[in-house]
C-alpha cells in the first residue's frame, strides 16, 4: 500500500471510530437529564459528574480523533472510556443486547489502543505540526 493509501484508511478509520462518539456526545448534550437518569439507574457513583465526563470524553475524544489531534491521548481516554462502560454499564450477562454492547465496547477499546499505538496517519492535525516542527528545525 502507498503513503497515500495508507494515510486514506488511517483517515478512514478515524472518521469511523470517532462518529459514534461524536454523535454520543451531542445526544447527551440533548438530553441531560434523560442521559443522568440512565447513569443513575446503570448504579453508578455521582450521576451528574459521570454525565460531565461522558460529555467530555465522547465529544472532546471523538472530535481529537477525527482531526487527528493529540490521537495517543484521546485514543487512550476513549480506550478507557470504552473498557469501563463496557464492565460497569454493559456487562449484563442475561441481557443479550447489553452483551453485544459490551463485546462492541472491548473491541472499540482495541482499535483505539491500535490507534494510540501507530498513530493517526498522515493526513492528521499531529502529522501536520511534527512537519511543521521539522521544517522549523531544518530551516
Known amino acids: 500500500m502507498s503513503r497515500t493509501q495508507t494515510d486514506m484508511v488511517a483517515l478512514l478509520g478515524r472518521i469511523l471510530m470517532s ?3 461524536i454523535n454520543g456526545g451531542l445526544n447527551k ?3 441531560p437529564a434523560g442521559t443522568i437518569k440512565y447513569i443513575a439507574a446503570s448504579g453508578l457513583p455521582m450521576p451528574e459528574a459521570a454525565y460531565a465526563v461522558a460529555v467530555l470524553v465522547e465529544l472532546g475524544g471523538g472530535l481529537a480523533i477525527l482531526l487527528g489531534f493529540r490521537v495517543l491521548w484521546a485514543a487512550l481516554a476513549l480506550a478507557g472510556f470504552c473498557l469501563v462502560t463496557a464492565t460497569a454499564v454493559h456487562y449484563v ?3 443479550r ?7 462492541k465496547n472491548l473491541t472499540m477499546a482495541g482499535g483505539f489502543l491500535q490507534l494510540a499505538a501507530l498513530g493517526g496517519g498522515g493526513w492528521s492535525i ?5 512537519r511543521r516542527r521539522r521544517e522549523a528545525l531544518a530551516a
Open 19 to 21: 462518529v459514534i462518539f
Open 29 to 31: 448534550l440533548m438530553a
Open 93 to 95: 450477562p442475561g441481557d
Open 97 to 103: 443486547g447489553q452483551m453485544i454492547n459490551f463485546w
Open 126 to 130: 499531529d502529522a501536520f505540526r511534527a
